[in-house]
């Protein structure tokens, strides 16, 4: 059966992946919520051995990640796991979170949920990754992402690209500080919070 591939996870993994690495030193476990096809969880676990990566999405996801976790073929790479925002509390914690492109694919009241989460999720003083195009002081970022915008509310009205204040509320409420906004290739960026001790 052949694997599930998104052309974006490959342009973007290596930029990711040098973020990860300039905050993430030691060895640690991490959450990735929202694993889509499962390349991320590949490549991030293989280029980062030190690092116990877990999977997670809806159930329908699960078998095609688990494609890409078999051929990865790494000790530090777990078998991917359902995740549901709605479903409080998940029994393990990590160190650190990391989710790509899923705030604006989920509605605003899961994103919420997910913040809400975050402090049952990793350990104080863990980092927690969102990557993705956001909306500063109500503005797109590029035409780019407003054509994007305007296609995704057409296939759900639901979704649509974050304002990143309202995102930054929503982690300082979870006791998330921001300690960087990189950014990234084809108009994204790469929040990073660490969650307060």
């Known amino acids: 059966m052949n694997k599930p591939f998104s052309q974006a996870c490959e342009n973007n993994k290596a930029p990711i992946l040098s973020v990860l690495q300039h905050h993430l030193k030691a060895a640690s476990s991490l959450l990735e919520v ?3 096809t499962g390349q991320h969880a590949a490549y991030m676990a293989t280029h980062l051995p030190y690092i116990q990566w877990q999977p997670s999405d809806v159930d329908s996801n699960l078998s095609g990640i688990r494609q890409w976790c078999d051929e990865a073929n790494c000790a530090n790479l777990l078998q ?12 393990n914690q990590h160190h650190h979170l990391f989710s790509a492109n899923t705030l ?21 003083e863990g980092f927690a990754f969102f990557y993705g195009p956001f909306k500063y002081d109500g503005q797109f970022t590029s035409p780019s992402n407003a054509d994007f915008d305007l296609w995704l509310k057409q296939r759900g009205p639901h979704q649509g690209i974050r304002d990143f204040e309202a995102v930054r509320e929503l982690a ?18 790469l929040l990073v919070w660490r969650r307060e001790r």
Request: net charge negative; aromatic share 8%.
């Open 34 to 36: 929202g694993s889509g």
């Open 80 to 91: 991917p796991v359902p995740f549901d925002v709605n479903i409080l509390p998940h029994p």
């Open 104 to 124: 604006h694919i989920m509605s605003w009241d899961e994103v919420q949920s997910l913040f809400k989460l975050i402090p049952h999720l990793i350990y104080p």
């Open 172 to 189: 300082e409420r979870s006791g998330l500080s921001l300690i960087d906004d990189v950014a990234m290739p084809a108009n994204n960026q």
